[in-house]
């Protein structure tokens, strides 16, 4: 960051350069910039910023609006030169921010090293510095910025600035300094009338001060105010200071932690659980854990270990803290802390500490009531000792800090089912995730539970086991135990019964709730806010491994900015994984037990809503894709995009491609529910809008499958537009597969479809379809009347890429018939409608038709130039994808050996048989891959292999110049001719 920058945030949004303040211009700006701040340096991204700005009416032009603010931003904060301080960051923005560069940075880190100095005894250090953190405030935070957002941090940085005064006021009213923080005090307590801690501080400097009428003035308008606003009493506290103010109690006069330090003598207790005699596995974490906390001054003070529910937080927690044991003489204390168990039980901290000063041999008839007043006295008690201090099953963050030692010397190990990320980021802590065991973990398990000689007579089963259980622990322990209870079953016994819960709970079930996987899991769900607890019900709708931050918020129809922060809050409970920012997975059991809730208490017509959101969600994703991939106007109206519907966008083919590569089983998947599911016409709809990348996929099977699934669902509901859209699909696979009197039934039948409900571009589209379908069967004559059709009807419709399309089908047809020169002013024609439109495929189909023409009329360097403009396209549209033996591969083939025949008819021999090498070496690629894939009993198969070998042995061989080129054009013609007599080309190499 540039010498002379800085910031503030506690007050107005402002920014100086060596002391000289800067115009930041809109309020948006003020915010955007207030949003960066406020990460700290760390990464915001574009999602975070834009629901800051407009809440949930996102514009969708926010990117762009977002990229205005950083970039005026930018002009004013970079000046004279260095290096950059608003970076881009993946998805989002950072703003590099030095620590004394922006008053909150301050305030924080005066606020920790107030406390750091309090806990090692240095009361004047740490009151200084709670001072200059006071002092680091301007007025509210954020002020002048009139957005939801900026009233929510402020807020929460109010709460921040209250807690440092409220710490600052206790320690000057114990010294007996009150009398300057007075006014201030009774300022913050007016803007703050039902924060009762503040007015309990007010209360008592007033009394020590000699102003007890105004003390108790304060008592009766606090109690005033509660009643009004919420209908309660004063708490304990408030009412038991009032009382000892009107009795005039001495000790309010000089309250001391040092009155209650005990004088007994010190006990050294050991409270550790029994270590587990079967625990195996964890050897990484373990090795972690011992290297990071050698003795010496930068060993952690506090340990996280962290996991989803059943994973074996504790035993691992137990089997360090054993390990650890000797390194701590003055003992080791224990407290489960029951932060997830049924029911309000969680363990008052309080109530801990008072445990772990009856284990340190404090009287009790010593112990203070208030929380603070029983935490200072335990971390004076434990200043100069040496503990282990294990503290199991931590809810929250809250629930931990007053568990804390003041000093280093001691350690802390807390488990717990979400990160504590509080707790991390305030105490510098050390983190282990623990996630599921290995396979040889898992097997090890077993095998320290039932034997090694029981598991080697089944491996078959001892591997089902391991599958369903998920390689969770305590899933392998449930199934472990009933196979030890009953040495008689055998292990595929016990994984039938397994199978035969078809991935439920109930197999693992058990009398005792502390291993009862559903109980368990139930103790976590029962954590979650409500909105977070109803989105993971709604997650188990969806049939994939990994779900985006878009397909939670369309489950949940809510907007995606609060769908993410549910999906965190899921996260942070371990009951969702997040393997990569913004996607999130769970595990097998973990989805069941959402399936169940989801069941019990969510009504049919909730879940049914929620079922079309996800539907519409992929629905209009997949169209997006589609038009991504191609722009030709090919399809079912979408209708109106339904409310909290957040499809995906798409910045790029490869980007498309990706999606449907990653989400194909998932949208196979869900067309076959959605038919199943009373979801006909959804079903119908995404079945089309995958069908562009199952054909260039060469996915012939499924696009026969789902095309068959929509057939049958349409028909069910007698969606005519529906039937005739399944139908062309299936029409495709069957000209694929060479059956082109079944190809023209589907197209016949979607034409009468298309014709009865008036639909002009159906119809021209499936002229366009019945061209391919009768070149492919040699009717060349009439694929020219299903061009003049087309035609006819894409320019009823207004539609140049369709006109274009079949002007390209006509000029094949023409050349077909060696009527070059027409074909030539036909591919012309549809290159010009193509020029601009961005639509790749009919651009490369045009420009080989073209190309052709000018071959066969003798202009040949013509014709390589066409060429090389379809290769270019053809590599950028395959370039990374890994298509296989798809469309793309093929164009790129044909490309290349049609090239290299017009260089070489043109006179460039040398890189004719580069052009001519490359594309047989791109053949035959896409035969062996033929090979490979087919039965080992195939027909075909041995012929196969001799075209490859055949194909092999020429690429082998040296160029030898024009005996080479005809050689290898020999080769060709009699691979292409196997492969077409094998049906293995849907396309013939040959002008």
């Known amino acids: 960051m540039r010498p002379g920058l800085t910031f503030a945030v506690l007050g107005p949004v402002r920014a100086w350069h060596d002391g000289v303040a800067l115009p930041l211009g809109s309020p948006q700006q003020r915010l955007t910039l207030a949003v960066l701040l406020l990460a700290q340096g760390r990464p915001v991204s574009t999602e975070d910023i834009a629901a800051a700005l407009w809440e949930n009416e996102v514009p969708r032009a926010a ?282 039980s969680a363990l008052d901290p309080a109530d801990a500490v008072r445990c772990f000063l009856d284990a340190l041999a404090v009287p009790t008839q010593h112990l203070p009531d208030r929380l603070d ?184 129809g809510v907007p995606r900015a609060r769908a993410s922060v549910l999906m965190r809050e899921l996260a942070a409970a371990h009951l969702v994984t997040e393997p990569r920012p913004g996607w999130y997975a769970w595990h097998d059991l973990l989805r069941a037990y959402a399936a169940e809730l989801l069941q019990a208490e969510d009504s049919h017509e909730q879940r049914q809503a929620a079922r079309r959101r996800g539907l519409h969600c992929h629905i209009r994703s997949a169209h997006a894709a589609t038009q991504t991939l191609s722009r030709q106007q090919d399809g079912p109206e979408l209708g109106e995009l339904e409310p909290m519907v957040c499809p995906r966008a798409f910045t790029s083919h490869q980007d498309a491609l990706d999606w449907f590569g990653e989400r194909h089983g998932v949208l196979l998947s869900m067309i076959d529910r959605a038919a199943r599911d009373g979801f006909e016409s959804e079903a119908c709809r995404l079945a089309w809008w995958i069908r562009h990348f199952l054909d260039l996929g060469g996915h012939w099977r499924d696009l026969e499958v789902v095309n068959e699934t929509a057939l049958r669902a349409a028909q069910r509901i007698d969606d005519k537009i529906a039937i005739g859209y399944a139908s062309r699909g299936l029409a495709r696979v069957a000209a694929h597969h060479g059956r082109y009197e079944s190809a023209r039934q589907h197209l016949a039948q979607a034409l009468a479809c298309f014709e009865a409900e008036g639909d002009l571009l159906g119809r021209a589209f499936t002229h366009r379809q019945l061209i391919g379908v009768r070149q492919l069967d040699r009717d060349i004559e009439g694929s020219l009347t299903e061009s003049a059709a087309a035609l006819e009807l894409f320019r009823r419709a207004g539609n140049p890429l369709g006109e274009a399309g079949a002007l390209v089908a006509e000029a094949a047809g023409l050349t077909r018939l060696g009527q070059h020169e027409q074909a030539l002013e036909s591919g012309e024609r549809a290159l010009a409608l193509l020029a601009d439109s961005g639509e790749p495929y009919d651009l490369t189909l045009a420009l080989e038709t073209v190309s052709r023409s000018y071959f066969h009329l003798g202009r040949y360097q013509e014709c390589v130039t066409y060429r090389e403009r379809d290769l270019a396209i053809s590599r950028t549209l395959g370039e990374h994808g890994n298509i296989g033996t798809s469309l793309v591969h093929r164009m790129i083939t044909s490309c290349l050996i049609h090239l290299g025949q017009a260089r070489h008819a043109a006179g460039q021999h040398e890189r004719a048989r580069e052009d001519l090498r490359a594309g047989l070496a791109s053949l035959t690629a896409e035969l062996a891959e033929v090979y490979r894939t087919i039965g080992r009993y195939h027909e075909s198969r041995t012929r196969l292999r001799d075209t490859v070998t055949a194909l092999e042995t020429l690429l082998a061989e040296p160029d030898t110049g024009a005996d080479w080129y005809d050689h290898a054009t020999e080769v060709l013609d009699t691979s292409v001719t196997a492969a077409v007599e094998m049906g293995f080309g849907a396309y013939i190499l040959e002008y």
């Open 63 to 344: 990117r762009g609006t977002i990229r205005t603010y950083v970039h005026r931003l930018r002009q004013t904060l970079e000046i004279g030169g260095g290096e950059p301080v608003l970076t881009s960051a993946p998805g989002g923005y950072a703003l590099r921010v030095n620590a004394d560069g922006l008053d909150l940075s301050r305030f924080q880190e005066l606020a920790r090293n107030a406390e750091k100095s309090i806990s090692q005894g240095d009361l004047e250090s740490g009151l200084r510095d709670l001072h200059a953190a006071r002092l680091e405030w301007q007025g509210e935070a954020l002020a002048e910025l009139p957005f939801e957002y900026a009233a929510r941090e402020r807020g929460r940085l109010r709460q921040r600035r209250l807690a440092v005064i409220e710490r600052l006021a206790a320690l000057e009213i114990d010294r007996g300094r009150c009398a300057g923080l007075l006014d201030q005090l009774a300022a913050e307590a007016a803007a703050e009338p039902l924060r009762e801690r503040l007015q309990e501080l007010l209360m008592l400097g007033l009394y020590r001060a000699g102003r007890q009428a105004e003390a108790l003035e304060t008592f009766d308008r606090v109690r005033r105010d509660l009643a009004a606003e919420l209908g309660v009493d004063p708490g304990p506290a408030l009412r038991g200071l009032h009382e000892r103010i009107l009795r005039a109690d001495p000790a309010l006069l000089g309250d001391r932690v040092e009155r209650h330090r005990p004088t007994a003598q010190p006990a050294t207790p050991c409270q550790l659980p029994a270590d587990l005699p079967v625990f195996t596995g964890r050897d990484a974490e373990l090795a972690q854990m011992r290297c990071r906390l050698q003795p010496g001054p930068n060993r952690p003070a506090v340990v996280v270990v962290h996991g989803m529910p059943g994973v074996g937080k504790t035993t691992f927690a137990v089997r360090c803290a054993h390990e650890l044991a000797g390194d701590f003489p003055d003992g080791t204390l224990y407290v489960d802390l029951r932060g997830f168990e049924a029911g309000d």
């Open 373 to 556: 007043a029983l935490t200072a006295l335990y971390r004076t008690v434990l200043a100069e000792r040496r503990c282990l201090i294990l503290l199991d099953n931590a809810r929250d963050t809250a629930q931990v800090l007053p568990l804390l030692p003041g000093g280093s010397r001691s350690l802390v190990l807390v488990t717990s089912r979400v990160e504590l990320s509080g707790l991390v980021a305030g105490t510098g802590a050390l983190t282990v995730s623990l996630d599921l065991l290995g396979h040889a973990e898992a097997r090890q398990f077993l095998t320290r539970r039932l034997g090694e000689d029981r598991l080697a007579a089944e491996p078959g089963a001892v591997t089902d086991i391991i599958t369903t259980c998920g390689r969770l622990p305590l899933a392998l322990a449930v199934v472990a135990t009933r196979a030890a209870a009953n040495p008689g079953f055998s292990l595929a016994e016990v994984a039938a019964e397994l199978a035969a819960a078809k991935g439920g709970l109930d197999a693992f079930a058990s009398p005792d709730n502390l291993t009862d996987v559903r109980t368990v899991l139930s103790w976590s769900y029962r954590a979650l806010s409500a909105p977070a607890a109803r989105l993971f019900r709604l997650l188990s709708l969806y049939p994939g491994p990994e779900m985006g931050v878009p397909v939670g918020a369309s489950l949940a």
